[in-house]
Nanobody
Framework: QVQLKESGGGLVQTGGSLRLSCVVS????????MGWFRQAPMKEREFVAG????????YYEDSAKGRFTIARDNAKNLVTLQMNSLKPEDTAVYYC?????????????????WGQGTQVTVSS
C-alpha cells in the first residue's frame, strides 16, 4: 500500500519559516519525481515545487522561487519543503505527490499518489 505522509505544518507569523516533510512508503521512491502542491480555501490546488529522482534538478512556481527549497533524501524516502519569508497568501493545505511522469509536472493529473495534506497558516 502506497502512503505519503506529510508533517510540519502549523501556525506562523508573517516572515517566519516552516519545514514540511513527506515520508513515502510502498513504492520505489527513487523512480518518482516528487512534488509539493497547495490548496487555499476556495481556490484550486496548485503546484509549488518539484524535485526529480536524483535531487539534482528542482522546479518552482514563481511564487515560491527564492523563498522555498525542495529537497529529497532517497535513503529515507523523504521529501522536504523549507519555506522561508512566509506570507499570509501562503496559507493553504500543502500536499506532497509522486509521479513517474516527467511531462507537465505542474499538472495535478500527472501525479499518481497523494498525501492527506498538512495545514499551513500564516498570520499577518
Amino acid at each position: 500500500q502506497v502512503q505519503l505522509k506529510e508533517s510540519g505544518g502549523g501556525l506562523v507569523q508573517t516572515g517566519g519559516s516552516l519545514r514540511l516533510s513527506c515520508v513515502v512508503s510502498g513504492l520505489s521512491f527513487n523512480d518518482y519525481l516528487m512534488g509539493w502542491f497547495r490548496q487555499a480555501p476556495m481556490k484550486e490546488r496548485e503546484f509549488v515545487a518539484g524535485v526529480e529522482w536524483s535531487g539534482r534538478y528542482t522546479y518552482y512556481e514563481d511564487s515560491a522561487k527564492g523563498r522555498f527549497t525542495i529537497a529529497r533524501d532517497n535513503a529515507k524516502n523523504l521529501v522536504t519543503l523549507q519555506m522561508n519569508s512566509l506570507k499570509p497568501e501562503d496559507t493553504a493545505v500543502y500536499y506532497c505527490a509522486a509521479t513517474r511522469n516527467y511531462g507537465n509536472i505542474k499538472r495535478l493529473s500527472e501525479y499518481d499518489y497523494w498525501g492527506q495534506g498538512t495545514q499551513v497558516t500564516v498570520s499577518s
